[in-house]
């Protein structure tokens, strides 16, 4: 099965793996499946630029590759995602020649990673550059990225939805105050819209988080920007454990471009009302390149890379969104002579994650880019740069005093469950809601001031691990981790 978060982890101990691909690949998006992960991005094959598709086992060793995109047409995957049968995968493609505009595509591969078709997406004398995807709760995808005109001198955020099959459903172009404006990412809300982040231009070569909702539909239902004095940009976004949403953004603290710094912001997804804003890390250079993850807690978890001294590090980064106060930060490398790029992180199990990227020479020149695929734990382990064998997840947490108080006030059983699930509390509960891994909304209910509820969750969601938030009559909320195992 495709897109499960696996349960049983406990055949992959420490030492977790982290690992370079000895080939011209870089990968940009990993997916975990049942047997492994399965990474996607972009290399060459015979000189020519291709999709690449890379299965790896649990213990990072490498199951099959496969590449697409042979002439007539250049490629490279932007984005994997789960389906039934297969996956998904979309990015950017183009015709041999120099002057062929590159397109959105959207292609469906079997688990092997055969072909089994490919549909291409863009506006006529306009360039497409694809930056994220999403499959949404009916089982149709939307795509986003910028639009840019030939001449390359007006840049507006380029929408596009489909079915299953691939078949366009309709495409939008937001256009911004000026010339250059990008939309980075995407996720639904409970309510079947579309938040979209990315930068809008507010004057020249000075940058803001624009921050637009759609409907289901396409059509704008609101949109907002959100900057400080200086230039914001690069956002993620995804859902928080309270169904607001979460960004993380690089921000300038000054006007020199290498003074950066790591930001994130909490927004709410009915009025536009920013209700946490913190600041994460300084740094000189480098860049959040992922969606913000959250643990069982509402920690955030985000990766990039950021400068030490002349190296370009991967770097992954757990902290309190409330505070800002970091929780642990790792940095990893494989090889001292490559800059490394962390551009996605997954959820695996056992609270570990999965992340991927590439290894650049130090001159992005001369040199062969390598692919990079790395697992680490809850703290932060993985078998190269960090190991912590006699510490466990909770040394690693930012608990409060009153959420351990009130820990033992719920119990949850059976657990693991088929999908019904029963509660039962020495405290009046007021509501429940459940939240996958990721931070998306699959399940919420009133239990009417009871000590007692029964919970059934959709038959459509996939085994793997998922969140229980509880609250109780005095105002305090816990959370519960719940395996789903049918």
């Known amino acids: 099965m495709f897109g499960s978060i696996l349960v049983g982890f406990h055949a992959l101990s420490q030492p977790y793996f982290n690992k370079l691909i000895d080939k011209a690949y870089l990968y940009n998006s990993v997916l975990v499946t049942d047997t492994g992960f399965i990474a996607v991005g ?134 911004g105050i000026e010339n250059e404006n990008g939309c980075r990412s995407i996720i639904e809300t409970p309510e079947g819209d579309y938040v979209l982040v990315g930068e809008q231009e507010v ?17 704008r239902l609101w949109d907002t920007t959100y900057g ?33 710094a790591i930001r994130y912001i909490k927004m709410n997804r009915f009025t536009t009302e920013v209700m946490t804003d913190v600041a994460i890390l300084d740094f000189n250079e480098g860049s ?25 590090i991967g ?58 695929i790395t697992t680490i734990d809850c703290k932060g382990a993985d078998s190269l740069t960090h190991y912590f064998p006699n510490e466990s997840c909770e040394d690693y947490t930012s608990i409060s005093e009153s959420t351990i108080a009130i820990e033992d006030a719920v119990n949850l059983y059976p657990n693991p469950t088929n999908g019904s699930v029963s509660l039962r509390s020495s405290t009046i509960m007021q509501n429940v809601v459940v939240y996958s891994i990721t931070g998306s909304l699959v399940h919420q209910q009133s239990i009417s001031a009871s000590k007692s509820a029964e919970v059934k969750l959709d038959k459509t969601l996939p085994n793997g691990i998922y969140l229980v938030e509880i609250k109780l009559q005095n105002g305090e909320k816990m959370r519960k981790k719940l395996s789903l195992m049918r």
Not at 205 to 216: A, E, G
């Open 228 to 260: 400080g004095e200086f230039t914001d940009f690069s956002p993620e976004i995804n859902l928080a454990p309270d169904g607001h949403l979460g960004m993380a953004f690089d921000y300038l603290q000054s006007s020199k471009s290498e003074s950066r």
């Open 288 to 312: 959040v390149l992922t969606k913000p993850l959250y643990d069982e807690y509402g920690n955030v978890i985000i990766a990039g890379n950021f400068v030490v001294e002349f190296d370009l």
């Open 42 to 175: 972009g290399g060459f094959v015979n000189a020519y630029r291709s999709l690449i598709i890379t299965a790896f086992n649990h213990e990072g060793d490498s199951l099959w590759s496969k590449s697409a995109g042979m002439p007539p047409n250049a490629s490279t995957a932007r984005k994997i995602l789960a389906a039934d049968s297969g996956f998904y995968v979309s990015g950017v493609i183009k015709d041999t020649a120099d002057v062929t505009p590159w397109d959105f595509y959207l292609a469906y591969f079997s688990p092997q990673g055969d072909s089994v078709w490919l549909k291409r997406y863009g506006k006529a004398k306009t360039m497409e550059f694809l930056e994220d995807a999403i499959i949404t709760a009916n089982g149709d995808v939307v795509m986003v990225g910028v639009n840019r005109t030939e001449s390359g001198d007006r840049d507006a955020w380029y929408v596009v939805k489909t079915d299953a099959q691939g078949k366009l459903i309709w495409e939008k172009t937001l256009d």
């Open 203 to 219: 004057a020249e070569k000075q940058y803001d988080i624009w921050v637009v909702k759609l409907n289901s539909d396409g059509d």
């Open 315 to 372: 770097l992954v980064i757990k902290f309190n969104p409330a505070t800002g106060n970091i929780i642990w930060s790792r940095e990893y490398t494989r090889n001292s002579n490559l800059q490394h790029y962390i551009y996605d992180i997954q959820p695996a199990s056992n609270d570990g994650f999965v992340f991927c990227g590439s290894g650049f020479p130090e001159d992005h020149m001369g040199g062969v880019i390598q692919g990079w």
